[in-house]
């Protein structure tokens, strides 16, 4: 990039995003991952039910003991240290992924709405989303896993900005 004041280039380093969400996050996840072993083990179950126990339950049963403790221990924790997030005036800018890492940086002068989401699981742990639409063609940048008081300010905070930039983000 160069500033266009001058034509030396102008270093821009691409960081992280400063913010992590909440550690309220982490037994979220845990929970609503253990939902979904609770299904497949469900299933099992019917399976066993419906035939006699043979070698192919038994090695289904470790196999679904062995990915489903390996998930909840790992997935959670994981999720925690690479997601993050950070709003300027002029930005918002997310991370996440889980091997491909994806940053995604909107400017606020194109954001066109702040929507905050909270399920009831969401409730139970205190957390919100918030979804920030963009007059961007690659979709939405989300943020799960915030307090929902940190959710309330960021949501005060990008509508101030936006209102400040004005136009209407097209």
């Known amino acids: 990039m160069q500033d266009s004041g001058s034509a030396a280039p102008v270093a821009v380093l691409l960081r992280p995003p400063a913010n992590?969400?909440?550690?309220?996050?982490?037994?979220?996840?845990?929970?609503?991952?253990?939902?979904?072993?609770?299904?497949?083990?469900?299933?099992?179950i019917v399976w066993l039910v419906r035939d006699e126990l043979n070698a192919a339950h038994v090695?289904?049963?470790?196999?679904?003991?062995?990915?489903?403790?390996?998930?909840?221990?790992?997935?959670p924790r994981w999720r925690f240290r690479v997601h993050r997030w950070e709003a300027t005036p002029e930005v918002v800018y997310t991370q996440s992924g889980w091997f491909n890492r994806e940053r995604r940086?909107?400017?606020?002068?194109?954001?066109?709405?702040?929507?905050?989401?909270?399920?009831?699981?969401?409730?139970?742990?205190?957390?919100?989303?918030?979804?920030v639409t963009t007059a961007s063609a690659r979709g939405p940048v989300h943020i799960h896993g915030l307090e929902s008081a940190d959710a309330q300010r960021?949501?005060?905070?990008?509508?101030?900005?936006?209102?400040?930039?004005?136009?209407?983000?097209?």
Request: aromatic fraction near 6%.
């Open 154 to 170: 960021l949501v005060a905070e990008l509508t101030a900005n936006t209102q400040a930039v004005g136009g209407d983000a097209t």
């Open 59 to 75: 090695a289904g049963f470790v196999a679904t003991a062995v990915l489903a403790a390996a998930h909840l221990t790992v997935m």
């Open 105 to 131: 940086i909107a400017p606020v002068s194109r954001i066109q709405t702040v929507d905050t989401q909270r399920g009831p699981l969401e409730q139970l742990f205190g957390l919100t989303n918030v979804t």
């Open 20 to 44: 992590l969400v909440s550690r309220k996050a982490i037994p979220f996840w845990t929970v609503r991952a253990g939902l979904g072993w609770v299904v497949v083990t469900a299933l099992q």
